[in-house]
């Protein structure tokens, strides 16, 4: 698990951005496209340099992706095929902030917890709110043994939180993993992570 910011900013992802270059689209995303019969629209929250845009894109869907960086979102719209995809919209927006259309996928990729505890709440009621009966969720949530915890504006759920906040959903993948890996900066960290897929009744 290397694919996350390893410091407290969120506008200086340049050295962020050359680290994940080029690495695939994350499972959990791979695994909630896969599971609809067609494709459809799906928002990429925290969509960075565009890793799992790309593929939503690939498969057929329409997607707006919104991020907090200007670099990224710069990154994603210099890949290849994408200045003239119609199916892209992107917007530069902190995404405890801003709001987005009814979807059938909603991916949030490693980026929740970064937002501290009342932005989390915004970002994760209007995630509910917006997603279609039927849609699902795909993402991750950080647990209280992760090297970042008590980090400042992180926002950290132990397994009983977690199983709280994904209550309302029908549970496609809950899986709670522990492992130690390099950032994407190349700094050491312990990851606890859970990973998320989701149906909304």
Known sequence: MTNAPDDSTRDDFKDYYEGVKGRP??????????AFAAPGFAVDLGCGDGRDTVELLRRGWR??????????VAR????DGML?????????????????PEADLINASFVLPLLESAGFERAWARIGARLRSGGRFAGQLYGPK??????????????AAVERLVSGFIVEQLEEKESDEATARGKPKHWHVFHLVLRKP
Not at 63 to 72: F, K, N, P, Q
Not at 76 to 79: E, F, H, P
Request: charged share 35%; hydrophobic share 40%; net charge neutral.
């Open 84 to 100: 003239d995809n119609t199916a892209l919209k992107a917007r530069v927006a902190r995404i405890e902030d801003t709001d987005w």
């Open 25 to 34: 689209p994350r499972p959990t995303l791979v695994q909630a496209a896969a």
């Open 146 to 159: 992760d090297g970042w915890a008590g980090k400042p504006g992180m926002t950290i759920h132990d397994r």
């Open 63 to 72: 997607v707006l992706a919104i991020d907090s960086s200007e670099e990224g």
């Open 76 to 79: 994603l719209r210099r890949r």
